[in-house]
């Protein structure tokens, strides 16, 4: 069974970091890139970054590139959070993607989690 688990997520103050994790299990799943989004109250889901099969690349978008880190650690995705903002509170997904893992900055995904509450406070 394809799944991902995120968790990791938390309450915190404005310039605090915070760690989420991804676990991924399924065949599928294990073999693909994962990425990380968000959804802010009201607003659209945002690309926040991703990385490939086996670590090696990654993608970022460009508001939060100098702040986050995604890495790999086989089937355990994470995603380092510094400097946080009162805007980046969102519920933070992860999803996978089979083939080439940039696809997922278009929001193409075949998989995705549940979901892990982010809020900053300032």
């Not at 939060?64 to 805007?87: A, G």
Request: charged share 25%.
């Amino acid at each position: 069974q394809e799944r991902l688990v995120e968790s990791g997520g938390g309450v915190v103050q404005a310039g605090d970091s915070l760690k989420l994790s991804c676990a991924a299990s399924g065949r599928t799943v294990t073999r693909s890139g994962i990425g990380w989004f968000r959804q802010a109250p009201g607003k659209g889901r945002e690309f926040v970054a991703a990385i490939s099969v086996r670590g090696g690349s990654t993608d970022y978008a460009t508001s939060i590139k100098d702040r986050f880190t995604i890495s790999r650690d086989n089937d355990t995705v994470h995603l380092q959070m510094t400097s946080l903002k009162p805007e980046d509170t969102a519920t933070y997904y992860c999803a996978s993607k089979g083939g080439s893992f940039y696809r997922l900055r278009r929001h193409e995904y075949d998989y995705m989690g549940q979901g892990t509450q982010v809020t900053v406070s300032s």
